[in-house]
Nanobody, 119 residues
Framework: QVQLVESGGGLVQAGGSLRLSCTGS????????MGWFRQAPGKEREFVAS????????SYTDVVKDRFTISRDNAKNTVYLQMNSLKPEDTAVYYC????????????WGQGTQVTVSS
């Protein structure tokens, strides 16, 4: 079972950048596909990006394509979300999650990190 801890959130002006990190412990990090999700106030949690266990395949929701980049470093048990050209509508709590390779469901979640983009 893997435990996940996010970091890197904060307050940034529109057009700025942030890099989120999510570090895993207690499991074999490289055996999990990883994802980033976000939840804005009053809205449901939504998918942002995912990356395969080896990093060779990535997927993004349309609204962040060409602005966000997901990557991972299995040697450091860490997955990243580089966020550029941030918009006020990107304001949310961002969560990382882990999915075992044999399932389609994300079973392990971090506690979340707040990202606030001011206009």
């Amino acid at each position: 079972q893997v435990q996940l801890v996010e970091s890197g959130g904060g307050l940034v002006q529109a057009g700025g950048s942030l890099r989120l990190s999510c570090t895993g412990s207690g499991g074999t990090f490289s055996s999990y596909a990883m994802g980033w999700f976000r939840q804005a106030p009053g809205k449901e949690r939504e998918f942002v990006a995912s990356i395969s266990w080896g990093g060779g395949r990535t997927s993004y929701t349309d609204v962040v394509k060409d602005r966000f980049t997901i990557s991972r470093d299995n040697a450091k048990n860490t997955v990243y979300l580089q966020m550029n050209s941030l918009k006020p509508e990107d304001t949310a709590v961002y969560y990382c999650a882990a999915r075992q390779l044999t399932t389609a469901k994300y079973d392990y979640w971090g506690q979340g990190t707040q990202v606030t983009v001011s206009s």
